[in-house]
């Protein structure tokens, strides 16, 4: 691991604490914290700080290299078709 990519690390410790940009939930082992870049580098993003946030590594594998409204776009749909599957299985009771 870089200095520059420990640096950043640090900093956004620092600033936000250990919570994951893309959950919101407490990232309680060092050992699951990635940087996971907003605009991912593969799309002509940067690694600096401003383009960079601390999520779980799970949280940053499932985002892969989506732009955030991809994602955002994707986590919707999943979301609806979680809940139609739930309704047609009779899970899902009002």
């Given at each position: 691991?870089?200095?520059?990519?420990?640096?950043?690390?640090?900093?956004?410790?620092?600033?936000?604490?250990?919570?994951?940009?893309?959950?919101?939930?407490k990232?309680?082992?060092?050992?699951?914290?990635?940087?996971?870049?907003?605009?991912?580098?593969?799309?002509?993003?940067?690694?600096?700080?401003?383009?960079c946030?601390?999520?779980?590594?799970?949280c940053?594998?499932?985002?892969?290299?989506?732009?955030p409204?991809?994602?955002?776009?994707?986590?919707?749909?999943?979301?609806?078709?979680?809940?139609?599957?739930?309704?047609?299985?009779?899970?899902?009771f009002?």
């Amino acid at each position: 691991m870089s200095s520059r990519n420990n640096s950043i690390k640090l900093q956004l410790l620092w600033e936000n604490g250990r919570r994951c940009a893309i959950c919101g939930k407490k990232i309680r082992n060092l050992d699951e914290l990635t940087v996971d870049h907003i605009v991912p580098k593969s799309k002509g993003g940067r690694h600096t700080i401003d383009n960079c946030q601390l999520a779980h590594k799970s949280c940053n594998s499932l985002k892969n290299d989506k732009m955030p409204e991809e994602f955002e776009k994707a986590l919707r749909y999943n979301r609806k078709r979680v809940l139609i599957m739930r309704i047609r299985k009779g899970i899902l009771f009002w």
